[in-house]
């Protein structure tokens, strides 16, 4: 049984930093990645990375800004957040094990419970 479980989130200025963690447990997994949700909003990709960390892929809106790497080693995935904006306020998400690294939420088997982050103007 796979549990993902996130941290890091929390309050931060515009224009701030955070750094979301999230830990695994159970086998090592195939590719990762983080998505997140605003009230009233539908789910949506942050970004996503191989099992190798090879390839990485993110939304247009936070290319640049966001960076998601991985540590096999602890089986944890990271998303460096910088330059965080009010429009990054929302409840994110890790997903796990997908086949490749994609965009779409259906490719992924595990989830999170999320993490909140809130970025104040």
């Known amino acids: 049984q796979v549990q993902l479980v996130e941290s890091g989130g929390g309050l931060v200025q515009a224009g701030g930093s955070l750094r979301l963690s999230c830990a695994a447990s159970?086998?090592?997994?195939?590719?990762m990645a983080w998505f997140r949700q605003a009230p009233g909003t539908e789910r949506e990709f942050v970004a996503a990375?191989?099992?190798?960390?090879?390839?990485?892929y993110y939304a247009d809106s936070v290319k640049g800004r966001f960076a998601i790497t991985r540590d096999n080693a602890k089986n944890t995935v990271y998303l460096q957040m910088n330059s965080l904006k009010p429009e990054d306020t929302a409840v994110y998400y890790c997903a796990a094990d997908g086949a490749v690294p994609s965009g779409r939420s259906t490719d992924y088997d595990y989830w999170g419970q999320g993490t909140q982050v809130t970025v104040s103007s």
């Open positions: 159970g086998r090592p997994l195939y590719s």
């Open positions: 990375i191989s099992r190798s960390a090879y390839s990485t």
